[in-house]
């Protein structure tokens, strides 16, 4: 029997829709470095701003989404984690949150207690970001040093255009391009451009095309919206949707900052006035169905897609735990690498 533990980590949530329990996860949220990447007197006074009214908004946000078993993020996560038990014939498979409980500490913690050396770090985010994945990176070094724990790392590596990802992206999908619809929008996370910039001064990530097209490959390892435009590509090649009948956006903006376009709430505007009446909406760049995809896709994008003039808005849920995807997912982590 092999000794090698599997670590999934996902972003997180707040323990409850409480104001106290969001604001709490806001706080943590926001005060990560990776996340504002600004000195920490600022950071700490742009959250302090940002606590004022968010939690409040937050909160009813998750109330709306929230299930009896708790925070939908958690709860398929913790599906996903128990699929994946049966992957990997390694050794166990722990879930954590970078964000409020289950931590990485106490993860990692206790499988130094359980005596686990090896561990696959799998940062559940197919395109890079080092407010994703090197924060989660970083958050396991720490725990690591500051616990003395005997542990080395195999890391997951971001997993954009791998084709066991992208075929379990199309198995989830297909059921929902049998029916007729008129558009597929494919809606990413959104980042500030100048995240993008600080890894790679002088690349330009404006403009509607794949800004990553003919860059070298230590540009593209960094470029977030460069492979969020290679997974869409390879996924609308793959499922063999015709050019017109699909588009990418970017969601979930945060502050007054310059972030990446095309942004969502303005492309949901313009596929309604356009003439579009059923709008396909898929978030690869989540792995789980979160407050992001089913509060700001499933709801508010919805009614603003109907106030604009559209008909209907699908949502067509993230991969969570299907099966294919965490046979997927066993493969991927089988391949990472060790971290140095």
Not at 44 to 71: C, D, F, M, N, T
Request: glycine share 6%; hydrophobic share 40%; net charge negative.
């Amino acid at each position: 029997m092999t000794d090698h533990a599997l670590l999934l980590v996902n972003l997180g949530s707040p323990a409850s829709t409480s104001v106290a329990d969001v604001r709490s996860y806001l706080n943590q949220f926001l005060m990560d470095p990776y996340v504002i990447d600004l000195p920490w007197p600022v950071r700490r006074l742009l959250v302090s701003l940002i606590l004022i009214k968010r939690p409040e908004q937050s909160a009813h946000a998750y109330a709306s989404i929230w299930w009896e078993e708790g925070s939908p993020l958690v709860v398929l996560s913790r599906r996903l984690q128990q699929a994946m038990t049966r992957q990997w014939a390694h050794g166990p498979v722990e879930l954590a949150m970078r964000y409020g409980e289950p931590s990485i500490e106490s993860a990692l913690v206790r499988l130094a207690a359980q005596g686990h050396k090896k561990v696959t770090l799998a940062p559940l985010y197919p395109q890079f970001a080092d407010s994703t994945v090197t924060t989660v990176i970083e958050e396991a070094k720490r725990v690591v040093r500051d616990k003395k724990l005997d542990v080395q790392f195999s890391v997951l590596q971001p997993f954009y255009d791998q084709p066991e990802y992208l075929d379990a992206l199309v198995a989830s999908v297909r059921p929902y391009l049998q029916q007729d619809f008129d558009h597929l929008l494919l809606s990413f996370h959104g980042l500030p451009e100048r995240h993008l910039k600080k890894l790679n001064p002088g690349h330009s990530f404006e403009g509607g095309g794949d800004c990553c097209a003919g860059a070298p490959p230590e540009v593209v390892a960094t470029c977030y919206r460069g492979q969020c435009l290679r997974t869409a590509a390879e996924f609308a090649k793959r499922v063999g949707i015709p050019d017109g009948k699909w588009s990418v956006s970017f969601q979930s903006r945060l502050g007054r900052a310059k972030w990446i376009e095309p942004y969502t709430e303005a492309r949901l505007d313009e596929l309604a006035k356009s003439g579009v009446k059923k709008v396909l909406v898929m978030c690869p760049a989540f792995v789980a169905d979160c407050i992001e995809t089913l509060e700001e896709i499933g709801d508010r994008g919805k009614e603003q897609f109907r106030e604009a003039g559209g008909e209907e808005l699908v949502l067509v849920p993230c991969l969570n735990d299907e099966p294919q995807w965490a046979r997927a997912l066993s493969t991927l982590c089988e391949r990472a690498p060790l971290a140095l």
